[in-house]
Structure formats: C-alpha cells, structure tokens
C-alpha cells in the first residue's frame, strides 16, 4: 500500500494504537462482526437502518490495528473517509457484501492524507483537514457513488443534514455495529467552512439523543438538492450531552468547502475523473 503524505509518529493518538492484527485473522474477525451485528436503533440513540438510497454508497473500512471506520464510494474505486482514520503504519481494507451478503475484503492501493491534517487539533475538537481518499485495486461492484460538492454558503444556525454511518449505536458494544444507519441531524453553534457540529433537533445536545458514535468517523454528510443528496462533509468527531466524552451529543463535521479541489486533483492523478 502506497501513502502521499509522511507518517507524522509525534501525532498518533494513542487511542489508535492497539495490538496488530494479521490481517487474515482480522478478516475473520471484521466478517464475524458483521455478520452478528445487532438489529439496533441506529446511529447512536436511534435513527434508520437503510440499504438503499445513499446508504448504498457507504462502506467499511477496517485496519490491522483493529480500528473500523465509515467511508464513501464516489467512483468505482475511489473511497473518501477522514485522515485519522487511515493513518500510516497500519494496512486497511474495504468491506465489500457482495451479491450474497457475505463481506469479503478489498485491498486499499494507495491512500492519500490531506497534508494540512492535524491530529492533535482533530483530537481537541478544532477545525482541521480530516480528510482522506482511498484508492482500491479492483473498483467495488454492486454499489452506488456519490456527488462530492460543498455545503450552501452561508450555513445557517438550524440547517438540516443527513449523516450516515456504519457505527456502534451502544457505545462499547462492537457488535452494535456494521450496519448502515442514517439520521437527520441540525447546526448549532457557529458553522462555518472550517468545521460544523450538528446536534438532534429533539434534545439539542443538552441530553442524550442521535449522534455520531465509534466507527462512523468517515461518514458522509449530506445536504438535499434539488437534483438529490450531495456529499459536503465528513464526521470527524462526536461528545456526549453537554459536551461530555461519549456519543448522543454533538457530531462534528469537516465540510468539503476548503478541500474539495484536493480531492478532486488526487483523483485525477490516479486517473479517476469525477
């Protein structure tokens, strides 16, 4: 697997950094998961199990240390996911069901890393280029893709997205995961084009109630078109209620504003056109 940007070692969270997994045993252990995952809620707290409509174009990533994360095919073999989710040192597949439904895993050629991230200020809930690509070596069948773009300027206060992910809805429970959920979620606070935090609209964040939880930093972020659902963003980050550690809380976002031309002009050097 080919990396575009230098491991940076001084940043690695230790929160990233479990045992090694060979990767066949991994594979056996990801496919297990999966395939007991739990008929919950949905993105933490509750929200919609959903296989088809953008749901069809999220997807798993997993990685040999044991970390799984959400992603998105915008072309055939092209996965966008956060930057701190594929950092350097460690292997990562896709998780393809295929036709019968059983997951099978597809080698990640290349990821490129935004090279503005920053994991310390991703960890600190500040703005930062979570943002990531991934190039597989077979395009993934059976799927759709997804329009990248940016959210409408200026975002408002009360805004509406729809997030989605393949997550844990109990948070510490792995087997709550793998299932694509999606939730209609709305800005708070100050949005802008460096970061968005977004909260249920029935709990404001002030209690536990829908949000982002392990496993779908990645996910896509939506907003509604006239002409459908556009990606603008990807979840970076979530709290519990009242900004406390956990999940139900705020989900924070990285939009694409500032970083779509990246993706864009890495796509086109692997050859992909979007």
Known sequence: MRYRQEPVRSNRPPSSMPMRVPMKKLATLIAATLLLAAPAHAIVGGGTP??????RAVVTIVGSRGNFCTG????PRLVLTVAHC???????????????????????????????????????????????LLQLEIPLKGKSTVTVGMPTIPIQVGSRFVVAGIG???????????????????????PGT???????????????????????????????????????GLISW????????GCGGLTGVTPLTLYRDWILQTARSWGAAL
């Open 194 to 232: 460096l970061q968005i935090r977004l909260v249920d609209p029935v709990t404001n964040g002030v209690r536990g109630g829908i949000g982002a939880c392990t496993g779908d930093s990645g996910g896509p972020v939506f907003e509604d078109r006239s002409n459908g659902p556009v990606l603008v």
């Open 72 to 75: 998105s095919l915008i072309a």
């Open 86 to 132: 594929v950092q350097p040192g460690a292997d990562y597949k896709v998780v393809d069901r295929g036709g019968d439904g059983q997951p099978q895993l597809l080698n990640v050629r290349t990821v490129a890393i935004h090279p503005n991230f920053n994991m310390q200020a991703m960890q600190a809930h500040r703005a930062t280029a979570d943002v990531a």
């Open 168 to 190: 844990v809805t109990v948070l510490g429970d792995g087997k709550s995961g793998g299932t694509t959920r999606v939730a209609g979620l709305v800005a708070t606070g100050q």
């Open 50 to 55: 959903q296989a088809d409509g953008v749901a």
């Open 238 to 245: 979530s709290t519990g209620p009242n900004g406390a550690a």
